[in-house]
């Protein structure tokens, strides 16, 4: 099939076609009855139930196309974002548009050096050399510990900042760790994962911590954060079909509602209604239903799944009876 003439009149939505965001992403669009069937190799499908062409592109390049209205909506990580703007500043007409933080991906860029070495903060890392895939995030942190940070301006004959600053800062595209090892780097500027911890009982809810397992077995640690990320949901400043991206938008809020969400019912004598609605206050307020005893009544509400089990607690300290929690398939909230 010629793909590129069945574009014509479909709204083009970018997702990343490999990587960490990848899986949770196609999750998200299966959650939205985003239908489509990709062929092997090809990096464009169209999808069966809506005039939308899904685009198939590497996360690091999907604000590029998007910021420059090649693309109407995009799924790509927070830092990926930053650093595309950190070398392309909007204009009226191009430039990204954040729609909705996803809340999977959770990563910081990190300024890491060798664990055993002589260099202690950030400042020591000024004149040396910095190895990074993300050059453009890496220069404005140096311009700023440089004391450039009011120099970065590249118009009216101004010398860019990167010509200014002491610190030189080299690109690669992956296994940045290896840098200071190799020789190439003193410092390297590069992503930490987080990954989910589980329940915390101090805390009462889920929490999550860092990863840097790549970090450590590279014996690197961070010195400090450049930018703290998340996976979110972009868009040109002139979409194609405005309509279509409110629903989509929509559609996946509904989704990623339902996965922070679930739905506690339980039993009350009418006396405690006060006490347990503060304990299980809904998104906007709880339901409450008449039983047949008028002594009692049933009460319904979203709760955040990371708190389910301190409120259950709760509730039947509180003498609330009968508690059942649901999982919620969807949602759509206004
Ligand atoms: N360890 C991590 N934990 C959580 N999120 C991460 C992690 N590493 C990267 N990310 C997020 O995923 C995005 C894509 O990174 P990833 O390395 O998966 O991309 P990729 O397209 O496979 O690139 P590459 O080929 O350079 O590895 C990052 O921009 C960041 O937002
Ligand atoms: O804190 P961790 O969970 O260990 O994750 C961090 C690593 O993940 C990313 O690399 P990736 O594995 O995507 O490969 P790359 O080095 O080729 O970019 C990042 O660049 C780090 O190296």
Not at 125 to 144: D, H, I, K, P
Not at 148 to 153: E, I, N, S
Not at 207 to 225: P, R
Request: proline residues 4%; hydrophobic residues 40%.
């Amino acid at each position: 099939m010629d793909l590129v003439n069945h574009l014509e009149g479909r709204l083009l939505f970018a997702v990343p076609k490999k990587g960490r965001l990848q899986q949770a992403t196609l999750d998200l669009l299966s959650g939205s009855d985003i239908q489509f069937r990709r062929e092997t190799r090809l990096d464009i499908a169209l999808v069966k139930n809506h005039p939308i062409a899904l685009v198939f592109l590497p996360a690091a390049d999907i604000p590029t196309f998007v910021g420059e209205g090649r693309v109407d909506l995009g799924i790509t990580g927070g830092d990926q974002v930053a650093e595309y703007e950190a070398h392309s500043p909007a204009t009226e007409d191009t430039g990204v548009e954040k729609v909705l933080d996803l809340g999977f991906g959770q990563c910081k860029l990190q300024v890491q050096v060798p664990e055993k070495g002589e260099i202690k903060g950030p400042e020591g890392l000024v004149g040396r050399n910095v190895v990074t895939s993300f050059v453009g995030l890496t220069e404005q942190y140096f311009a700023g510990l440089e004391g450039l940070g009011d120099k970065m301006v590249n118009g009216n004959g101004d010398v860019p900042v990167r010509n200014q600053l002491r610190t030189k800062i080299k690109y690669v595209g992956g296994s940045v760790e290896a840098a200071c090892a190799l020789g190439v780097a003193d410092g390297i500027v590069d992503l930490v994962g987080k990954i989910l911890e589980g329940w915390s009982v101090i805390r009462g809810m889920l929490t999550a911590v860092e990863s840097g397992e790549t970090m450590k077995a590279a014996g690197l640690k961070a010195i400090d954060t450049v930018v703290e990320s998340t996976a979110i949901l972009i868009k040109s400043k002139h979409p194609s079909n405005q309509k279509l991206v409110d629903m989509i938008a929509s559609r996946i809020n509904g989704v990623i509602t339902a996965q922070k969400y679930v739905l506690c019912q339980y039993n009350v004598d009418r006396n405690l209604l006060e006490t347990v609605t503060k304990i299980t206050p809904g998104k906007r307020a709880p339901t409450i239903t008449a039983l047949e005893d008028p002594r009692w009544a049933a009460i319904s509400s979203m709760v955040l799944k990371e708190k389910i089990a301190s409120v259950m607690d709760e509730l039947t300290a509180c003498g609330a009876t009968d508690i059942l929690v649901l999982n919620i398939a969807n949602s759509r909230a206004g």
